[in-house]
């Protein structure tokens, strides 16, 4: 055993970047006084051998490319934390270069804030009450009143799960043609009313249609169920019980600047944090000992609202409230939040496992990344 241990360390100092040696595959990852507690990979049964032919993989860059860090919760302890140099990007498809990214380092998670969003409405509604979710959008804005044709007809529900109907082509043509509605949602002042003009299309419920607009619309309703700007309230209510105060939530340029912030997919944090938004999901909305978000809300957010997503290996994914739960082809229950360029958030409450990474694939879009990891993963837990 000893024998093996030693060869087994020779092998990754000799093939392993430095970044992956300061701790050890199979090392506790570091204490930062950040209210992580930590453990060993061994305490989830993670493989030690399994888990560093994955990192050499990830070292190589070719089957799963410029993946920035990941990390692995097992029952409430950090197992598994690794981080790699790579190009990134912010938020308006601003490069940032070549960044050498680490437990200090933010990063933009994309359409995970849309996961985020879901949590801060349920903590919202746990004072309001559920009840609120069958109410029409319209009711919310009684401000406004150029609504599109049939909006009456959408419901809260209907926005979270992005089953409103609305006539809007976002995944239809190319993000960069300017008959996109995203591209014209970021060009617009007002984005929540360029929204909220969209006439129904089809009956709401009836089929699943990303919209990013359709998260700005939420976000405006906690304004108004809690009175708060969403980014004061995130952080009196989410953040600052988690420990998280390094972070940036984003908004567009056009937009007004008494809009909500990007609440699709402005939000930018450190992976440690991150995690925690992770395993708030495993915990059924607990943070060392503290309910943050009611365990209703997270059984209610991560139900299968739609049967069949298309977004991820066939037939695997459903939709909730802005999360997309599962079962993998293995068995495993499996909870998602995903954001563009790869950046994925795995909870698997059967393993007791909860997986965060953050990748910088812009570019190109997601190429499964995620998934190939999280089997990687799955097969490496004994």
């Given at each position: 055993?000893?024998?093996?241990?030693?060869?087994?360390?020779?092998?990754?100092?000799?093939?392993?970047?430095?970044?992956?040696?300061?701790?050890?595959?199979?090392?506790?990852?570091?204490?930062?006084?950040?209210?992580?507690?930590?453990?060993?990979?061994?305490?989830?049964?993670?493989?030690?051998?399994?888990?560093?032919?994955?990192?050499?993989?990830?070292?190589?860059?070719?089957?799963?490319?410029?993946?920035?860090?990941?990390?692995?919760?097992?029952?409430?302890?950090?197992?598994?934390?690794?981080?790699?140099?790579?190009?990134?990007?912010?938020?308006?498809?601003?490069?940032?270069?070549?960044?050498?990214?680490?437990?200090?380092?933010?990063?933009?998670?994309?359409?995970?804030?849309?996961?985020?969003?879901?949590?801060?409405?349920?903590?919202?509604?746990?004072?309001?009450?559920?009840?609120?979710?069958?109410?029409?959008?319209?009711?919310?804005?009684?401000?406004?009143?150029?609504?599109?044709?049939?909006?009456?007809?959408?419901?809260?529900?209907?926005?979270?799960?992005?089953?409103?109907?609305?006539?809007?082509?976002?995944?239809?043509?190319?993000?960069?043609?300017?008959?996109?509605?995203?591209?014209?949602?970021?060009?617009?002042?007002?984005?929540?009313?360029?929204?909220?003009?969209?006439?129904?299309?089809?009956?709401?419920?009836?089929?699943?249609?990303?919209?990013?607009?359709?998260?700005?619309?939420?976000?405006?309703?906690?304004?108004?169920?809690?009175?708060?700007?969403?980014?004061?309230?995130?952080?009196?209510?989410?953040?600052?019980?988690?420990?998280?105060?390094?972070?940036?939530?984003?908004?567009?340029?056009?937009?007004?600047?008494?809009?909500?912030?990007?609440?699709?997919?402005?939000?930018?944090?450190?992976?440690?944090?991150?995690?925690?938004?992770?395993?708030?999901?495993?915990?059924?909305?607990?943070?060392?000992?503290?309910?943050?978000?009611?365990?209703?809300?997270?059984?209610?957010?991560?139900?299968?609202?739609?049967?069949?997503?298309?977004?991820?290996?066939?037939?695997?994914?459903?939709?909730?409230?802005?999360?997309?739960?599962?079962?993998?082809?293995?068995?495993?229950?499996?909870?998602?939040?995903?954001?563009?360029?790869?950046?994925?958030?795995?909870?698997?409450?059967?393993?007791?496992?909860?997986?965060?990474?953050?990748?910088?694939?812009?570019?190109?879009?997601?190429?499964?990344?995620?998934?190939?990891?999280?089997g990687r993963i799955v097969r490496a837990q004994r």
């Amino acid at each position: 055993m000893i024998i093996r241990h030693l060869v087994l360390s020779i092998f990754l100092a000799v093939s392993l970047p430095s970044h992956t040696l300061a701790q050890g595959i199979g090392a506790a990852p570091a204490e930062l006084d950040d209210g992580w507690m930590v453990a060993e990979p061994a305490e989830a049964g993670l493989d030690p051998d399994a888990m560093a032919r994955l990192v050499e993989m990830i070292d190589a860059g070719v089957t799963v490319p410029n993946v920035h860090a990941l990390l692995i919760e097992y029952k409430g302890h950090l197992v598994f934390e690794h981080y790699w140099p790579g190009d990134d990007w912010t938020l308006g498809e601003k490069p940032l270069g070549y960044v050498q990214h680490g437990p200090t380092t933010q990063h933009d998670i994309r359409s995970i804030s849309k996961s985020v969003t879901s949590l801060l409405l349920g903590i919202a509604l746990d004072e309001a009450g559920e009840n609120v979710l069958k109410r029409p959008i319209t009711d919310f804005f009684p401000d406004r009143d150029n609504f599109g044709n049939g909006l009456d007809t959408v419901t809260l529900h209907h926005v979270l799960t992005m089953t409103a109907g609305l006539n809007w082509n976002e995944n239809f043509v190319s993000y960069a043609s300017d008959h996109n509605d995203f591209r014209m949602l970021v060009a617009a002042g007002d984005p929540i009313g360029f929204v909220l003009a969209k006439e129904v299309r089809d009956t709401p419920g009836s089929q699943w249609t990303y919209n990013n607009g359709l998260t700005l619309v939420a976000a405006r309703v906690i304004e108004t169920i809690t009175g708060e700007p969403l980014a004061d309230y995130a952080d009196k209510v989410l953040f600052a019980p988690l420990g998280i105060t390094d972070y940036e939530w984003l908004s567009r340029p056009s937009w007004q600047s008494n809009t909500v912030p990007d609440a699709g997919g402005g939000l930018r944090m450190r992976a440690r944090d991150m995690a925690k938004i992770t395993s708030l999901v495993l915990h059924k909305g607990r943070w060392r000992g503290q309910q943050i978000v009611s365990s209703g809300w997270i059984s209610t957010s991560t139900a299968r609202h739609v049967q069949d997503n298309p977004w991820g290996p066939p037939g695997v994914y459903g939709y909730g409230y802005y999360w997309y739960p599962g079962v993998l082809i293995s068995g495993q229950r499996v909870v998602r939040a995903a954001g563009w360029g790869d950046q994925r958030l795995y909870v698997l409450p059967d393993n007791g496992l909860a997986i965060t990474l953050f990748a910088g694939n812009y570019e190109k879009g997601s190429r499964g990344i995620g998934e190939r990891i999280l089997g990687r993963i799955v097969r490496a837990q004994r």
